[in-house]
């Protein structure tokens, strides 16, 4: 038990900061166009369309500004975690430091499963805007090639059937993403400043252009009746906002980043707090034209700002705005296998996990071997499932690193309030005992459970309708997880 509750001292934690090999050469610009990369992607180019069309209807601009809530009050608590503790791992370090060794590796194993899947399903999305924008130049790819080897039968959840095919399309582009990643951080974070600059533009292009083919009447009901469940009606509005929660898992992240930033106490919670409020307007705003052009009952399919392009009538146009999909799901996947290869060092340096995802190249100075078995393990999950039950699984996790977060800063607050603390969160909070409670974190907390709650019930609601298949993945991921801290990192962990 002492060990499992074991933590990191915070002077130690920042003297592995200094110590950890890599190259500081991110400034705050950097960081903002790295949280907008990873942000700036998934949650309009690809759930967007299936969050209106099953759950919320045009009301997803209000899930979008439900689900931006919840992390933007855990982005206060990121912010200041990370100008207290500027060190690569996240909630993961964050959580050593503050509740001890088993919460850390919970947390940092729920964030590999998070980053690994959001990886899947983006990869899905960029295959099918490729293939959208293949066939408007006239190049046919075949199907088996662009679906997935099981898909769902049903719109809320049903029985894996074999398709025939494999995405291999999806498989592609996560291999070219972590050939880019092995080579190093200064040559990823051109190449996304690059990405996150072409899509942006388009973004602008898209809102300004399909402002004019928008038809009122698509928007009304604006939050049409409950269907049963959570198809639509308010119970919609909070149940889509659980699947877009996830698209927002950038800023956290910003914080892993924080040994390959120049300055961290300053520039990490400009990358943060920047990052989150620049994507939350372009979502809502993008959101607003997608359901105004098409009815939202039509978007429930892996790239729906290809079908809004199709429907403005205007063929170049709609060419340009794939082009810029697939970028921005482009710049989304290098920075979501950025991060996952920073969690996994931190944990690989700590000894919870093999030497193999914290051993350096020793030209690129990058951790190569973590980068490659991620980028494999997430293509082979494109290559297999579809994207309907990609979605639910990252929500719950991102809910509960979001969370712990929140907790590990009211610890810190109230076990060393004599750290430095370069940025705080506002509005103060109050004491129970020697316990500070801040109203920003309890609120976070609140916010992220109510994302978590919908998706849990829907996932044992299908379970019980004999359905369990994302059960099951997530059973076993969590159950394999357990069986190596036991047998490895409980045995092995590097501890003062």
Partial sequence: MKHLLARK??????????????QRSLGATHLLLLGIGCILGAGIYVMTGNAAAHFAGPAVMLSFILAGAACALTALCYAELASTMPVSGSAYTYCYAAVGEVFAWVVGWVLLFDYGIAASLLAVGFSGYLVSLLHDLGVHIPVTLAQPMFNVTGVHGGALVATGGANLIAVAIILLITAVLV???????????LLVAVKILVLVSFVVVGAGAIDPG??????????????????????AASILFFAYIGFETVSTAACEARNPQRDLPIGILGSLLVCTLLYIIVAAVLTGIVPFRALGVPDPIAIAADRMGRPSFAVLI???????????????????????????RDRLLP????????RFRTPHGGIILFGVLSAAIAALFPLSLLGDLISIGAGLAFSTVCVCLM???????????????????????????GYVPLAAIILCWSMIV?????????????????????GVYFGAGALLYTFYGHRRATRA
Avoid: C
């Fill in 9 to 22: 001292s915070i002077e130690s934690l920042q003297l592995e900061a200094d110590r950890s090999g890599m």
């Fill in 183 to 193: 080579r190093g951080v200064t040559q990823s974070a051109f190449f996304n400043n």
């Fill in 218 to 239: 698509n928007w009304t009901p604006f939050i049409p009746p409950n269907e049963g469940g959570f198809a639509f009606g308010w119970q919609g509005v909070v149940r």
């Fill in 322 to 348: 794939k082009i810029g999909a697939l970028t921005g799901l482009t710049s989304v996947l290098l920075v979501n296998a950025y991060g996952q290869s920073r969690v996994a060092f931190a944990m690989g």
């Fill in 355 to 362: 030497p193999l995802f914290s051993d350096l190249h020793a």
């Fill in 411 to 437: 610890w810190l607050r109230s076990a060393r309030p004599d750290l430095p603390r370069p940025f705080r969160v506002p509005f103060g909070g109050f004491h129970i005992g020697r316990v500070w409670i």
């Fill in 454 to 474: 919908p998706v849990v019930i829907d996932i044992v609601s299908q379970a019980a309708n004999g359905h369990v298949t994302p059960a099951v993945i997530v």
